[in-house]
């Protein structure tokens, strides 16, 4: 299996704004919800708005790490028949548009090892994928499948909790490539207040093994979440607040409402 070249839009993204001492914003979208034209105007608008790269949710039945309101963008998704062939279409029709942002799957393991990982890889790098976040895959079991991702020049992102030990640690960094995530609570996903006071000490410990760029999420819903990031870490991933402010809104003006609540963690930057 020959070997694509590891260098994509995230390496080339995430490099130019640690470069400018800025961080970067990836929100992330649910495909298929509220439908998937509007997720799709979605993803465009929010890249307009500012957004440095883009992860787009692959909807699945089982959400274990999924707080409310992701879960439920997941299921009304389902209900809409959205499939990870529909989601691979909605790729492909993203950057036929001529986005050119890093896009980045991110599901649980079971709908692409029922679609085949090499199938899967080989045709989702010719529609332009950039990486794959899959929750549910362990970092001692992640090899085999980071092997064939990265045949085809996609990286395979890890995640890493504070209560992950230094072991854990010390594996997901020496595989990891592309970023580490950097999940700032223990729990499921959500927006919260405050963030745990125990994200900056777990940035330090990944720090200690990989100089990979850090985006920290799960619970960051405000400008200041995001400034306080950009302290210790490369940037934030913003889900269920950014879908919240979306659920409030028609079909016709979630594009917008996605684009205003971007916009507002830029704070105008």
Do not use: W
């Amino acid at each position: 299996m020959q070997r694509k070249a590891m260098t994509n839009r995230i390496d080339t993204t995430l490099a130019a704004l640690r470069a400018e001492d800025k961080y970067a914003l990836a929100p992330f979208v649910t495909l298929g919800y509220p439908d998937m034209a509007t997720s799709e105007d979605m993803a465009a608008s929010i890249l307009d708005a500012g957004a440095d790269m883009l992860e787009l949710g692959i909807p699945f039945s089982d959400p274990l790490a999924d707080g409310p309101t992701v879960q439920m963008t997941s299921f009304l998704s389902l209900e809409n028949g959205t499939t990870l062939v529909k989601a691979m279409d909605a790729l492909r029709r993203l950057r036929a548009k001529g986005i050119d942002s890093p896009l980045v799957f991110m599901g649980y393991l079971n709908p692409f090892l029922n679609y085949g990982i090499e199938k899967f890889a080989k045709e989702a790098s010719d529609a332009g994928l950039d990486g794959i976040i899959i929750p549910d895959l362990p970092p001692e079991e992640a090899p085999p499948y980071q092997a064939i991702l990265a045949s085809q020049g996609i990286h395979l992102i890890p995640l890493l909790a504070p209560t992950s030990t230094e072991s854990r640690i010390e594996q997901a960094c020496k595989q990891a490539s592309g970023f580490i995530y950097c999940v700032s609570v223990t729990g499921v996903t959500g927006a919260r207040s405050e963030l745990s006071g125990g994200v900056e000490g777990l940035a330090r410990r990944i720090r200690e093994h990989s100089d990979l760029p850090i985006l920290v999420g799960f619970g960051v819903s405000r400008r200041e979440h995001v400034e306080n990031i950009a302290r210790f870490a490369d940037g934030a991933i913003v889900a269920s607040a950014m879908l919240d402010s979306v659920s409030r809104a028609s079909s016709e003006d979630a594009p917008e409402t996605a684009a205003a609540f971007v916009r507002q963690l830029r704070g105008g930057d």
